[in-house]
C-alpha cells in the first residue's frame, strides 16, 4: 500500500472507530447527567481529574520516545519500567493530595473516588506500553478495534449499572472495564518486546528525555481541567460538574475527528525525525486538516450549543450550553497548539514547549483564581484566554524552528480561522432562521447540523486534494 493509501486509510479508519467510540461516550454522559444530576457528576469528575492526569502523562515522555527512536530493542524494558515508576508515584501523589477532598471541596467521598480508582493506574500503564509498540508496528486497524471494543463495552456496562441505580459507581467500573479490555486487546496481538539487554542507564536516558515533557504536558493538562478543581473549591462540586459536563460534550465533538488526527500526525512527525528527514514540511498540511474537521465541527457546535445543550441533559444543564461555545473555541486551539507541540518534540525541543506551556499556564492559574468564584463562564473565559496565549507562543515556536515553512504555517492558520468561521456562522445562521418560522428544536438543529455539513462538504471538495498531497509527499 502506498504511503497516501495508507495516511488515508488510517485516518478514515480512526475517524470511522472514533465516532462510534465518542457517540458511546456521548450516550454515558448523558445517561449519568439525567441519573446524577449536578452534584454528583461534579463529585466523580474532580475524582476522575487524578485519573486522567496519569493517563495524560503515559502517553507522552517513554511513549514518544518508543515511537520516535530508531533502536525499539534497546530502550523497550527501559521505557517500561519508566512507565511504571511514574504510575506508582503520581498515584501515590494523587492519593496523598485527595486525601484532603473534605477540607477542600467539602466532600470526604472525592477521597474514597480516587482510593477506587487508584489501582486501574497500573492496568493503563502497561497498556501505555504496548500501544507505542502497536503504533511503532503500523498495526492502525488493530488500534482502533481494541479501541472500538474497549469503549462499547466498558459504555454498555456503565450504562446498564446507572439504569439499575449504582449511581457513581457504575462510572467506576467504566473505567475499570476499559482499562482491562485494552489490555486483553494489545496483550493478544503480542506487539510488545521486552529489550535484549536490561540497562538501567538507558532507563536514566529515557528518563531525562522524558522529564521537560512531563512537565509541558502536566501544565497543558491543568490549563484543560484546572478550572473544574478550582471551580469544585472555590464555588461547590454542583459548580465543576456545570463545567465539566459543557466540557465533556465539546470534548466528544473534537475527539470524533481530533483524536484520530493526533494519532497519524505523532506517527508521521516521528517517521520523519527518525530518518532525519524534515518534520517543518508536514506542519502546515496537518494543520489544515485539524481545521477543516476539528475546526469547522467545534464551530458548528458552538453555533447550536445553546440549544442542543439543554435538549439533550435537560434544563437543570441550561448553563453548560452557555458556557460551551466557549470551551469550543478552547479545544479548537488546544487543537492546534497539539499539531506545533507533536512537530517540536519530534524535533527533540521539548524544552522550549515546557517554557511557552508555563507561561500560559501561569497565566490560566492567575486568570482561573481571580474569575472562578463568578461562576463556570468566567473560569470558561480564562480558560480560553490562556488557551489563545499558548496557541500563539506554540505557533511562533514552530515557526523558529521551521523557518523554511513560516508563510505555510502562517497560512493554514489562516485558514482554519476562515474555516471555523464559515462553519459557525452557517450552524448558526439556519438555527436562527429556524427559529424565526417557530419549528421545533429537533427541526431548528436539524437545519443547523444539515447546513453546516454542506459548507464542510463544499470546503472539503475544494481543500482536501491538496491537503492530502502535501501530507503525503515524500
Given amino acids: 500500500m502506498s504511503s497516501k493509501q495508507s495516511t488515508v486509510s488510517a485516518a478514515a479508519a480512526g475517524v470511522a472507530a472514533r465516532a462510534v467510540t465518542q457517540i458511546s461516550a456521548l450516550a454515558v454522559t448523558l445517561v449519568a447527567a439525567r441519573f446524577l444530576g449536578p452534584a454528583d457528576f461534579g463529585l466523580f469528575a474532580i475524582a476522575s481529574v487524578a485519573t486522567t492526569y496519569l493517563r495524560t502523562l503515559l502517553y507522552c515522555g517513554p511513549y514518544e520516545h518508543l515511537l520516535k527512536t530508531d533502536k ?59 500501544e507505542a509498540h502497536v503504533l511503532r508496528q503500523s498495526r492502525i486497524g488493530a488500534y482502533y478495534g481494541i479501541m472500538l471494543a474497549s469503549e462499547l463495552l466498558a459504555g454498555g456496562a456503565a450504562i446498564a449499572m446507572l439504569f439499575y441505580g449504582f449511581g457513581i459507581e457504575a462510572l467506576v467500573a467504566q473505567i475499570y472495564i476499559r482499562a482491562l479490555v485494552t489490555l486483553a486487546g494489545y496483550t493478544a496481538l503480542r506487539s510488545a518486546k521486552l529489550s535484549t539487554s536490561l540497562s538501567f542507564s538507558n532507563v536514566r536516558v529515557v528518563a531525562i528525555w522524558s522529564t521537560p515533557r512531563y512537565g509541558e504536558v502536566s501544565l497543558a493538562f491543568f490549563a484543560q481541567y484546572g478550572a ?42 516521528s517517521k520523519r525525525a527518525a530518518r532525519s528527514a524534515d518534520v517543518g514540511e508536514l506542519v502546515p498540511p496537518v494543520s489544515k486538516l485539524v481545521g477543516l474537521t476539528g475546526w469547522m465541527a467545534l464551530a458548528a457546535f458552538a453555533g447550536v450549543a445553546g440549544t442542543l445543550t439543554p435538549t439533550l441533559l435537560g434544563q437543570e444543564w441550561r448553563e453548560s450550553g452557555v458556557i460551551a461555545p466557549l470551551l469550543c473555541l478552547v479545544a479548537a486551539m488546544n487543537a492546534q497548539s497539539s499539531v506545533f507541540t507533536a512537530a517540536l518534540v519530534a524535533s527533540n525541543l521539548q524544552r522550549r514547549t515546557l517554557a511557552l506551556r508555563l507561561i500560559a499556564t501561569a497565566l490560566l492559574i492567575g486568570g482561573v483564581c481571580i474569575l472562578a468564584p463568578w461562576g463556570p463562564l468566567m473560569a470558561a473565559a480564562a480558560v480560553a484566554f490562556a488557551s489563545l496565549l ?9 515557526i523558529t524552528a521551521f523557518p523554511d515553512h513560516k508563510r505555510r504555517i502562517v497560512g493554514a492558520s489562516m485558514t482554519n480561522a476562515g474555516l471555523g468561521g464559515i462553519a459557525g456562522v452557517t450552524a448558526f445562521g439556519a438555527l436562527w432562521l429556524a427559529q424565526q418560522n417557530d419549528l421545533s428544536p429537533a427541526f431548528q438543529l436539524s437545519a443547523a447540523i444539515s447546513a453546516a455539513f454542506a459548507s464542510f462538504c463544499v470546503c472539503a471538495a475544494l481543500l482536501a486534494r491538496p491537503i492530502l498531497r502535501a501530507l503525503t509527499r515524500d
Fill in 228 to 269: 473544574d478543581i478550582l471551580l469544585g473549591a472555590f464555588l461547590s462540586p454542583a459548580a465543576a460538574g456545570t463545567y465539566r459536563a459543557a466540557s465533556r460534550i465539546c470534548s466528544a465533538v473534537s475527539d470524533l475527528v481530533m483524536q484520530p488526527l493526533r494519532v497519524v500526525a505523532l506517527t508521521q512527525f
Fill in 72 to 130: 525499539p530493542e534497546t530502550y523497550s524494558s527501559e521505557a517500561l519500567i519508566a512507565t511504571l515508576g511514574l504510575a506508582v508515584v503520581v498515584t501515590v501523589i494523587n492519593v496523598t493530595l485527595f486525601s484532603f477532598s473534605q477540607a477542600i471541596f467539602g466532600s470526604a467521598a472525592i477521597a474514597v473516588l480516587v482510593w477506587q480508582l487508584a489501582p486501574s493506574n497500573a492496568i493503563s500503564a502497561v497498556t501505555a506500553w504496548q
Fill in 390 to 398: 499558548s496557541m500563539l507562543l506554540l505557533g511562533r515556536a514552530a
